[in-house]
């Protein structure tokens, strides 16, 4: 059985191919794996967002900031998320989350 680092390259390697749905498919087999896998969490919120599943990209993409609450990167993803999706007001109150976690990067 694969382990979720692996399933997670596998699906690096589709969505480079172009193949998006497969590597959707992939990542979710890696969260099967581990669930706490955050790299896995933060391909898929990408992956959804690209194929227009604004639920399920926003759902992973908060996931990944449960698992690494103090990673600012994570705040900044979930607001270019919330951008592209639409949800401005919420990708405006997510960024200066992430704006505050620099001003203050001992919190």
Do not use: W
């Amino acid at each position: 059985m694969p382990t979720a680092d692996e399933l997670y390259d596998r699906a690096n390697e589709l969505k480079f191919q172009g193949k998006l749905a497969e590597a959707v498919a992939a990542l979710q087999q890696a969260t099967e794996i581990d669930p706490n896998h955050s790299q896995t969490h933060s391909a898929l919120a990408i992956l959804h967002q690209r194929l227009g599943d604004t639920e399920k990209a926003i759902h992973h993409a908060k996931r990944v900031i449960e698992l690494k609450p103090t990673d600012q990167f994570s705040y900044t993803q979930l607001s270019v998320i919330f951008q592209r999706c639409g949800r401005l007001d919420e990708a405006e109150a997510v960024m200066f989350k992430a704006r505050e976690m620099t001003a203050r990067p001992n919190s």
